[in-house]
């Protein structure tokens, strides 16, 4: 899980249900973050530690039981590898592929077999009938301080192509919002 608004709160959640949770990010700030003001356990910087594999292994030493998805490309490689037997990947995204001319393949596919990981792509929108329930959920744990919301926000609509291009850069903390009028 990332630094990003969804890898933020994914790892919220998952500490809350008692998960080990791991992030990764492209910078000390973002790291910082996801440790020491969301709760992370662990986190790694994958720019600086291009060997995802290894950065895997020495977070997760005997595997990886349950993978958020959001990423693709490498980082995916790289937990296939690392899963371990009868492991789950939810995948909602694959960010590292939406501007590519032509997407690129996953290498290590057969480790799905071998190791027996389920792997579901879903969309949030089939569940739009339980976010009632959701929000009875995650309401009491904002305010009670368990969930953490971060907004990155940019100021002014001049400022939406650079907030754009930030996002797709990983220069943003958290949601990235443009604020064109202030009320």
Known sequence: MGKGAVGQLMG?????????????????DQIDLLK???GFDEAFNYKEDPDLNAALIRCFP???DIYFENVG?????AVLI???IGGRIAVRGMI???NLDEPKGVHNLTRLISKRVR??????????????????????????????????TAEGLESARAALVGLFSG???GKQVVAVASE
């Open 82 to 84: 690392n899963m371990k």
């Open 171 to 173: 220069r943003n903390l």
């Open 73 to 77: 490309g490498k980082m995916l490689d």
């Open 119 to 152: 792997m579901e792509g879903f969309l949030v929108s089939d569940y739009n009938k339980l976010y009632p329930k959701f929000l009875e959920m995650i309401i009491p744990h904002i305010k009670g301080g368990k969930i953490v919301y971060i907004e990155d």
């Open 62 to 64: 005997e595997g990886i």
């Open 12 to 28: 919220q959640f998952a500490k809350l249900l008692g998960c080990y949770v791991v992030g990764s990010a492209g910078s000390k």
């Open 36 to 38: 020491n003001r969301l």
């Open 96 to 98: 590292s592929q939406y």
